[in-house]
């Protein structure tokens, strides 16, 4: 157990390097779709709250996003291989019996 949260930590670590790292990385999404298409029709919109953390590209984002769904597919599995090897019908060897009779 400890191993593999080590591992999850050495992963995580590894997905982080590259964003402080590379700065000014440019690829759009969705998210800056759809600001784009609010600022169209309503100019003078403002957003409820902003953000906590900028990341430092739109890279970034779509890392981060790879991350979640890399560490949300990884507790699946290991939901479904946990829950598959409960139900899973153990075969019982019988015991042999002490007293061996000719």
Do not use: C
């Not at 590259?18 to 690829?27: A, E, V, Y």
């Not at 598959?84 to 002490?98: D, G």
Request: neutral net charge; hydrophobic residues 40%.
């Amino acid at each position: 157990m400890k191993k593999s949260i080590l591992l999850l930590f050495l992963v995580v670590i590894l997905a982080t390097i590259p964003l402080i790292t590379q700065q000014g990385t440019d690829f759009g999404g969705a998210d800056g779709e759809a600001e784009e298409a609010i600022t169209k029709i309503q100019p003078e919109y403002k957003p409820w709250f902003n953000s906590i953390w900028e990341p430092p590209g739109t890279e970034t984002e779509s890392l981060l996003f790879a991350l979640q769904a890399a560490i949300g597919a990884g507790f699946i599995g290991y939901f479904i291989g946990v829950t598959r090897q409960r139900n899973k019908p153990t075969k019982q060897v019988p015991e042999k019996s002490k007293h061996v009779t000719h």
